[in-house]
């Protein structure tokens, strides 16, 4: 028995179409079809003799950043080199259930008993409407009052929802260490007010950095905004600065970190909290933020002596910056990097961080 190639497969209304070059489908009816191969998307039409064909070319994913830069989109004269930076890990944090020390387990244990209650609001919202929906359709006399009613409901349920889930945090700070976290607080509120702020999502070696812009590594970045707010559901009486990385959020309490995520929340003390900051080259594609300084300048295709790749077609000219690279981590597992556009803006901050984490030794050394 004889092995053969069937070029175009049906399975019910779409056909599958084998090539050297790959697998394409298309769906349809006669005198006009839609697929996608691998050439692109295309659409097909026409009978009796005049027909009309038009495929639309795949457009390449650019999401990448390189410790300096993005890969540009223009044209060139030939493709990148496949492979020309390693896969992008991911910078994040461990499993928040285990960001947890022996001083805050009792606290994340009732800010995560709390977040697990079930709300009662979304059911009472349900059965409002299918109240008000069977008053209209029998026309019934009660409207109005049904409508009051449905609305107070939901109002309790909701104040029911909040003082149950809610926790609250009272702090009544000695004179001594006001002035500590006082400090904290001022320089938070210096770092805050840099024109551009980033959390470091993911990160891979550069192997070729003629397609980078002579960046040594490549980069996935998300725009962040830092701000004084409470954690959800967290009531008390003072300012909480927070950090959003990725899916989790830093919140910086007194006497240690809360992480909060949408399923949980962890502790770091400042006892175990190490903080590193270093200024960093940056290649940046994008616009520079006004509080930048600009060191240099490179090519987004450049040569082995460092100058324009005349082979490349619109080969941009690109600013290199200074950044600041703020990295928090601990032995439990925190591990978040952030960027600043402004040089020296988060020195005082880690200056107070660092004072917080030898009060904490110290006031463990003594207890």
Same mark, same amino acid.
């Given at each position: 028995? @004889?092995?053969?190639?069937?070029?175009?497969?049906?399975?019910?209304?779409?056909?599958?179409? /084998?090539?050297?070059?790959?697998? #394409?489908?298309?769906? #349809?009816?006669? @005198?006009?079809?839609?697929? $996608? #191969?691998?050439?692109?998307?295309?659409?097909?039409? @026409?009978? @009796?003799?005049?027909?009309?064909? &038009?495929?639309?070319?795949?457009?390449?994913?650019?999401?990448?950043?390189? %410790?300096? $830069?993005?890969?540009?989109?223009?044209? &060139?004269? %030939? +493709?990148?080199?496949?492979?020309? &930076?390693?896969? /992008?890990? +991911?910078?994040e944090s461990g499993d928040i259930m285990h960001m947890v020390d022996g001083s805050s387990a009792e606290l994340v244990e009732e800010l995560n008993s709390k977040r697990k209650m079930s709300t009662l609001m979304p059911v009472i919202i349900g059965l409002g409407a299918v109240a008000l929906a069977y008053t209209i359709y029998r026309d019934l006399p009660y409207l109005l009052p049904i409508t009051i009613g449905c609305i107070l409901a939901v109002i309790l349920a909701r104040y029911r929802d909040v003082m149950n889930k809610t926790s609250v945090i009272i702090y009544d700070i000695e004179d001594e260490f006001e002035e500590n976290y006082n400090k904290l607080i001022n320089s938070f509120d210096e770092m805050k007010a840099v024109d551009s702020c980033w959390h470091m999502e993911a990160e891979g070696r550069v192997h070729d950095s003629k397609y980078h812009a002579g960046a040594s590594s490549v980069v996935e970045r998300k725009p962040i905004q830092l701000s004084f707010t409470s954690p959800p559901f967290v009531k008390t009486n003072i300012q909480v600065p927070s950090i959003p990385v990725g899916k989790q959020t830093l919140y910086f309490f007194p006497d240690r970190v809360l992480v909060f995520e949408p399923y949980g929340v962890g502790a770091v003390s400042y006892e175990n909290l190490e903080v590193k900051l270093s200024p960093t080259r940056f290649v940046e594609d994008g616009s520079v933020p006004k509080d930048t300084k600009i060191i240099d300048y490179t090519w987004e295709y450049v040569n082995k002596q460092g100058g324009p790749d005349r082979r490349f077609k619109n080969n941009h000219r690109i600013p290199v910056v200074r950044y600041e690279d703020l990295h928090l981590f601990s032995k439990t597992g925190m591990n978040e990097r952030i960027s600043l556009s402004k040089v020296g803006a988060a020195s005082s901050f880690v200056l107070a961080l660092k004072r917080f984490r030898e009060a904490q030794k110290n006031s463990t050394s003594v207890s």
């Open positions: 028995m @004889g092995l053969y190639i069937r070029k175009a497969l049906r399975v019910g209304p779409f056909r599958f179409n /084998l090539s050297k070059s790959g697998v #394409g489908v298309s769906a #349809g009816v006669k @005198g006009f079809r839609v697929g $996608t #191969g691998p050439r692109g998307n295309y659409v097909h039409m @026409g009978r @009796g003799g005049l027909y009309y064909r &038009h495929t639309f070319s795949k457009k390449r994913d650019e999401r990448a950043y390189t %410790q300096s $830069t993005r890969p540009s989109t223009s044209e &060139h004269y %030939q +493709e990148p080199a496949p492979l020309t &930076h390693e896969p /992008l890990k +991911e910078i």
